[in-house]
């Protein structure tokens, strides 16, 4: 049964810093491209870090310089350590495969982790 589980997420202030954790069961973790999305209130879900199998890791223009993600295999967990945030930060963290993972009802999404950002 494929579960991700994100946590981590708070209020902060601007210019702050959060790890966000996400455990995986369910999927051949090692293997896959995992990526961190987020959606603000209003917008489109969007991708904002991703990271290979191989450890090979991509950043969103909005994140980068200031977001980085790793991934523990062993562990099953991958992570997104975020310094310097900004209010528009603020939203819905998740995280999932690339390309997202497919359950019988469809696309699967965690229950995600809330990041606000105060000014």
């Known amino acids: 049964q494929v579960q991700l589980v994100e946590s981590g997420g708070g209020l902060v202030q601007a210019g702050g810093s959060l790890r966000l954790s996400c455990a995986a069961s369910g999927i051949l973790f090692s293997r896959k491209t995992m990526g961190w999305y987020r959606q603000a209130p209003g917008k489109q879900r969007e991708l904002v870090a991703e990271?290979?199998?191989?450890?090979?890791?991509n950043y969103a223009d909005s994140a980068k310089g200031r977001f980085t993600i790793s991934r523990d295999n062993a562990k099953n967990t991958v992570y997104l350590q975020m310094n310097s945030l900004k209010p528009e930060d603020t939203a819905v963290y998740y995280c999932n495969a690339i390309p997202v993972l497919i359950v019988p009802r469809g696309h699967y999404w965690g229950q995600g982790t809330q990041v606000t950002v105060s000014s």
């Open positions: 990271i290979t199998d191989g450890g090979t890791t």
